[in-house]
């Protein structure tokens, strides 16, 4: 299938000399969300910019559902809405007129029932007389994503989207990015929020030092992750796992000295009370356990850290 959006060895060097973003290759499906995770600094806004044609591209391609972003770069645009990272408002506008701005840069016809809908599902309706200095912060936030989504646009980038807001919004949120997902809108969103990345995205990059280091399907890598592991320090060494163990996921370790039992730790049963029993019963003594586990967290930081 083809990807909505190809990024295709991309570089970008600022004016300053500071090289933002290396030989970045990225092609993100339609339909899917995509959580791009990274430390600050790491070039998620450099290259969500680019794609959405705010910032040059270096060198490089990027095509947005199969058009050029500098070949056609309205073509291109037209298909993304953008949530940017810092709130930029015109204070003064109306949260209607706003709204209704922002489709029209887009060449597209006014479409007021389609406008009013997109407000009442994000709790705006009431609000769309009001101007933009009277609302809180988590309203701004929600007319940002208003505008993002005023031209019906079919790629949505949700920059730091939950940055500063409440824990009840942030859910809300979540809920509305599922929304239009089963609307068959893509969805790319960065954020410092592992647990969110966890709940939301259906794939997970990981990008440190402007190179993109993981891309990996969430599922499989919580299954990675999921796993925890137990080890069994014996008394005695074995030579091989003994048959009566053989039903058990068992690795024998440091010369027949520890046994590594590996059960998924999202699973209520571990059966770890089982093959404790099992042990003994196998006259198999061991003198010590340990537990060893790895979240996306750790994972995240560890990768982070390894920085060059
Ligand atoms: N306009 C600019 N001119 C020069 N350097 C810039 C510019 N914008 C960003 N940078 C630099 O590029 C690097 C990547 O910045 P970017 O904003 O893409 O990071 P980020 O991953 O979005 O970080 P954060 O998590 O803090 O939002 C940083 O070192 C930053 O200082
Ligand atoms: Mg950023």
Redesign the pocket.
């Known amino acids: 299938m083809q990807p909505v959006i190809s990024v295709q060895n991309l570089n970008k060097t600022?004016?300053?000399g500071?090289p933002?973003l290396k030989n970045i290759n990225l092609q993100i499906h339609k339909g899917e969300i995509f959580a791009l995770l990274?430390?600050?600094?790491?070039?998620?806004?450099?290259?969500i910019?680019i794609i959405c044609g705010i910032?040059n591209i270096g060198d490089g391609q990027v095509l947005v559902g199969a058009k050029d972003i500098r070949a056609d770069y309205r073509a291109a645009r037209s298909q993304i809405g953008l949530v940017p990272?810092e709130l930029v408002n015109d204070v003064f506008e109306t949260v209607w007129a706003t709204v209704q701005f922002s489709r029209g840069l887009f060449g597209k016809k006014p479409n007021p029932a389609y406008l009013e809908q997109l407000l009442r599902d994000l709790s705006l309706w009431d609000k769309r007389d009001a101007k933009l200095f009277e609302l809180s912060g988590g309203m701004k936030r929600r007319v940002m994503i208003a505008k993002a989504l005023s031209h019906e646009p079919s790629i949505l980038f949700l920059?730091?989207p939950t940055a500063g807001v409440d824990v009840e919004l942030r859910r809300d949120m979540w809920e509305m990015v599922r929304r239009l997902r089963e609307r068959g809108v893509t969805i790319i969103l960065?954020t410092?929020y592992i647990e969110e990345a966890e709940e939301m995205a259906d794939r997970i990059g990981v990008?440190r030092n402007?190179e993109i280091i993981l891309i990996e399907d969430k599922t499989t890598l919580m299954r990675k992750l999921g796993k925890k592991q137990l080890i069994v320090q014996l008394k005695q060494p074995l030579s091989a796992v003994p048959g009566a163990l053989a039903g058990y996921p068992l690795e024998l370790v440091d010369d027949g000295h520890a046994l590594v039992f590996t059960f998924d730790a999202q699973r209520e049963h571990t059966g770890i009370a089982e093959l404790l029993k099992d042990l003994d019963r196998n006259a198999i003594d061991f003198k010590d356990l340990q537990s060893s586990q790895s979240s996306l967290e750790d994972i995240f930081v560890s990768l982070v850290r390894a920085s060059a």
């Open positions: 600022y004016a300053s500071h933002a990274g430390p600050n600094g790491a070039g998620k806004t450099t290259l910019s910032v990272q920059d730091e960065t410092h990008i402007g």
